[in-house]
């Protein structure tokens, strides 16, 4: 690989359970560089604020804890996160949590405190970052933009799955309305709603494994 890919910056945008993750995380392992989950900075503020008893719709108290807020990543599958130093990998992935995390990203002044800490991160290149806002906001100006999609079907049986290995329950009907739910308070919310970027490229992800995705974004980058 040439010096120039070692700093390339990779958004990966789309809806829940399009499998942003799973691409992102294949995608920096290939192709050696780091990987950035935005949702898991949301996660870890949203267990923060809700460890201190705060509601979801206190807006200013939510933002007003990223100033003394560490956000940290290890590496690992699953990627080790590090709230105040706190490993809280696990903790930060409950439907709890995942409920609370999509109230807070709601509000424009939590969003600009993470987006802010997001662009540091992303500044020095070599990063692939995920999350929806990442090709509209955090990272407008990455090399390469995929919006990654999948039926509301596709998705909500991948959710499935994956709450059954964390040995959560949840009928398909449950996770497809979640998911549904999820779709329409991240489309239509004011600040950031989740859309298509101008230039970005539509990766179909249902039913396609996922070195098939890769090999598509390869190829593309
Ligand atoms: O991708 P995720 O499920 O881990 O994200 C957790 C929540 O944070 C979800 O409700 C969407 C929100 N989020 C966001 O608004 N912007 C991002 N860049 C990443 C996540």
Not at 7 to 20: L, Q, T
Not at 37 to 44: C, P, V
């Amino acid at each position: 690989m040439s010096k120039d890919l070692k700093k390339i910056v990779v958004a990966i945008d789309g809806p829940a359970g399009a499998g942003k993750s799973t691409v992102s995380k294949a995608l920096a392992k290939d192709l050696g560089l780091s990987y950035l989950d935005t949702g898991a900075m949301y996660r870890s503020l949203a267990l923060k604020a809700q460890r201190l008893g705060l509601v979801g719709a206190d807006e200013e108290g939510v933002a007003s804890l990223m100033s003394t807020t560490s956000i940290t990543f290890g590496t690992g599958d699953p990627q080790p996160v590090f709230l105040d130093g706190e490993e809280v990998t696990a903790d930060i992935r409950t439907a709890e949590v995942s409920e609370f995390a999509s109230a807070i990203s709601a509000h424009s002044s939590v969003r600009r405190a993470l987006v802010a800490r997001q662009q540091d991160l992303v500044a020095t290149g070599g990063v692939i970052l995920e999350g929806r806002d990442a090709t509209t906001v955090i990272a407008p100006n990455a090399d390469l933009k995929i919006y990654l999609t999948a039926s509301l079907e596709e998705r909500a049986r991948r959710r499935r799955i994956e709450f059954e290995q964390k040995g959560e329950t949840g009928d398909f009907e449950t996770v497809r309305q979640q998911i549904e739910n999820r779709d329409h308070r991240d489309i239509t919310r004011n600040d950031s709603p989740l859309r298509v970027a101008e230039d970005a490229v539509i990766v179909e992800s249902g039913g396609v494994p996922v070195d098939q995705v890769i090999a598509r974004i390869k190829e593309l980058l």
